[in-house]
């Protein structure tokens, strides 16, 4: 089975762009999450999509937004981007169908590295 | 909202030594994830723990989960260079969502052969 793959995994912007990055999960996989990860904050949670509707959200801003596709792709935008934006995005998939306990497991993808200039 | 710390940061041994990392959590465990990081790079699994007690092996890495210290363990015997990176523990929040996981700061573990 193909693993989770992320495109493109390098992007520079400049601060007050926007920016768009895909995720593709495992085949099968209907939930994708988002991880932002800076040297210092480490990885912290944006966000879960599970068939095309947001589940989980964390505590980031109204500026990093995100949806999932019917085939279970999803994409992340940030828009009006701040130097702080510059991080590894990284997302992860899984079936889905943990019942909140620790029945289903995260697989990650490579990650995208966004600098903002 | 729940922390988890990781202890050492950082950790420098000498191939076919053995070491351990560990993972301490603010709350409860209720289950416990262990993964593995290339600098720059995507996690990749390691093990999944659900269960006080519960203790699983890969390879040479072993890994524990004791809920009463709310704490979980990872062990490597015998190291190579192969296992050098960065190890990172994850966990659902307390009564929250599998999908929703909180991260420890990681241990970098660097094998000199």
């Known amino acids: 089975k193909a693993g989770v793959t992320q495109t493109p995994r390098y992007l520079i912007k400049t601060r007050g762009q926007q920016v768009t990055l895909s995720c593709s999960p495992i085949?099968?996989?209907?939930?994708v999450s988002w991880y932002q990860q800076t040297p210092g904050q480490g990885l912290q949670f944006l966000f879960e999509?599970?068939?095309?509707?947001?589940?989980n959200k964390g505590n980031f801003p109204g500026r990093f937004s995100g949806r999932q596709f019917s085939n279970s792709r999803s994409e992340m935008n940030v828009s009006t981007l701040e130097l702080g934006d510059s991080a590894l995005y990284l997302c992860?998939?899984?079936?889905?169908f943990g019942t909140g306990g620790y029945g289903d497991t995260q697989y990650f993808g490579p990650g995208t590295r966004l600098t903002v200039l | 909202s729940q922390e988890l710390e990781q202890s050492p940061q950082s950790l420098i041994v000498q191939e076919g030594k053995n070491l351990t990392i560990n993972c301490t959590s603010s709350k409860t465990l209720y289950g416990l994830y262990w993964y593995k990081q290339k600098y720059g790079e995507g996690l990749i699994f390691l093990m999944m723990l659900q269960k006080g007690g519960e203790e699983k092996s890969h390879e040479k890495i072993t890994a524990k989960l004791d809920e009463k210290k709310q704490q979980s363990s990872l062990h490597i015997t015998a190291s190579q260079p192969s296992h050098a990176g960065i190890y990172l523990c994850?966990?659902?929040?307390?009564?929250?969502?599998?999908?929703?996981?909180?991260f420890g700061k990681g241990t970098l573990l660097t094998v000199n052969p």
């Open positions: 994850g966990a659902a929040p307390e009564g929250g969502s599998n999908y929703k996981l909180t």
């Open positions: 085949s099968g996989h209907r939930s």
């Open positions: 992860a998939s899984s079936s889905g």
């Open positions: 999509y599970f068939s095309e509707t947001q589940r």
